[in-house]
């Protein structure tokens, strides 16, 4: 069975019949009438245009007996699975985003719900006092934290990526300037939520020591933005190292050593964006290389060895603000130490997830199941940037302990 281009109707009907001469190497007349096809030849059909090539009549040109016999044979391909084109996952098949877009549609759904119900639920039977609006600054909260982890891990990718010998020329869309201006609006919101709860105008809130801390998160969110959109993107590490600050002073309005306090969430949340956000920015990349694996492998060994530095950093600050901060006779009775408890339960899963992931990274030469482990423990990291914004929302735990 042959095949050719479509049939015209305005060509010229060849005729049938027997006396079909040769024209050229390939083609002989037969008996019957019909061509016979031999080396670089095909046989032509009823209805299909004569061939046209170098030293062939046009197709406008009237047709003979040696136009006719004259075709080009196209060699059958024999479809093999080497043949096949590969994409996506390897097996000549494309993966669909459906699965992964219904997926992520309910992570931010689980998200969303534990950001709302989650001070309440950790507070119910503590008798603390009810905190106003909990539910929505915890949301607030969390989108501020992520907005930093975006943007702080696109910032530092760099420096991951540029090493990387025989890597690809693509690089990933970058979410910083979106990252910057969710977070400055999150602020604003939490602004507008204060002065709604205090009963206090917009302008008054701006002299509370919260308001003024806010509005100081919020403006440098927005110069961090306009430093993603400009040609020098790294100038928002200044902006941004201003909020950091702030939000420091912000979590720790204790009387006791606050400058303590807000000195170890500054390392403790850089460490912890520059742990998510890398992570995020990573994933992404060795997606967008998955066609060159000796690559894709070689960046995500890099992130692991700085990785390993941040949990140490991690660690290091979370314990000594958990014991200044949380009586160990409050642990199970506040919503600060239900709480906690939680994170160091997710800080758990995610660490046996990266640790998988290293080994996985160091056996195979294929980072394909490194990758996948390095998914999940980038879900786990986002619970734990919502039970981190529940943290600094419930109560000092200090209010109801019984030591003196």
């Avoid at 607030?140 to 930093?148: D, G, I, Q």
């Avoid at 000796?294 to 995500?300: E, I």
């Avoid at 800080?347 to 046996?352: D, G, L, Q, R, Y």
């Avoid at 998914?375 to 600094?392: C, F, K």
Wanted: proline letters at 9%; a positive charge; charged letters at 10%.
């Amino acid at each position: 069975m042959f095949s050719g281009p479509p049939a015209d109707p305005a060509a010229p009907t060849p005729p049938t019949g027997a006396g079909t001469s040769s024209n050229g190497p390939g083609t002989s007349s037969t008996g019957s009438g019909k061509p016979s096809i031999g080396a670089g030849t095909s046989a032509t059909g009823p209805g299909l245009p004569p061939a046209t090539g170098p030293g062939l009549p046009s197709a406008g040109a009237p047709a003979d007996a040696a136009t006719i016999a004259l075709s080009i044979v196209v060699p059958p391909v024999a479809v093999t699975p080497d043949v096949v084109p590969s994409s996506g996952d390897g097996l000549g098949r494309t993966p669909s985003r459906f699965p992964v877009t219904v997926a992520l549609a309910a992570a931010g759904i689980l998200a969303l719900l534990i950001a709302l119900v989650g001070p309440g639920l950790a507070a119910r039977g503590t008798g603390e006092l009810r905190i106003p609006g909990a539910g929505l600054t915890t949301l607030l909260r969390t989108v501020l934290f992520t907005a930093l982890a975006v943007h702080l891990g696109e910032l530092l990718a760099p420096q991951l990526i540029r090493p990387v010998r025989g890597r690809p020329r693509t690089a990933v869309r970058s979410w910083s300037l979106y990252a910057a201006l969710a977070g400055a609006a999150a602020a604003a919101g939490q602004i507008v939520q204060l002065a709604a709860v205090s009963g206090l105008g917009i302008t008054e809130t701006y002299a509370t020591r919260d308001g003024g801390l806010l509005l100081l998160i919020a403006n440098g969110l927005v110069l961090a933005a306009l430093c993603a959109a400009s040609k020098r993107p790294a100038f928002a590490l200044a902006p941004l190292a201003v909020v950091i600050g702030a939000e420091a002073i912000r979590a720790h309005p204790e009387a006791y050593s606050p400058e303590i306090g807000a000195a170890l969430t500054v390392v403790h949340l850089t460490a912890a964006s520059l742990w998510t956000g890398g992570l995020l920015f990573v994933l992404r990349t060795m997606w967008l290389w998955r066609g060159s694996p000796v690559a894709a492998r070689a960046l995500l060994g890099r992130y692991a060895r700085l990785a390993i530095w941040l949990y140490v950093a991690l660690a290091a600050t979370g314990t000594a603000s958990t014991l200044r901060r949380l009586p160990l006779d409050t642990v199970f009775t506040s919503a600060y130490g239900r709480t906690l408890l939680v994170k160091l339960a997710l800080m758990a899963v995610v660490s046996a997830l990266a640790v998988a992931a290293r080994r996985r990274m160091l056996r195979d030469t294929d980072p394909a199941v490194a990758h996948r482990l390095a998914r999940r423990e980038q879900v786990v990291l986002g619970a734990v940037v919502v039970v981190s914004a529940i943290l600094t929302v419930v109560p000092d735990p200090h209010w109801i302990s019984m030591r003196p």
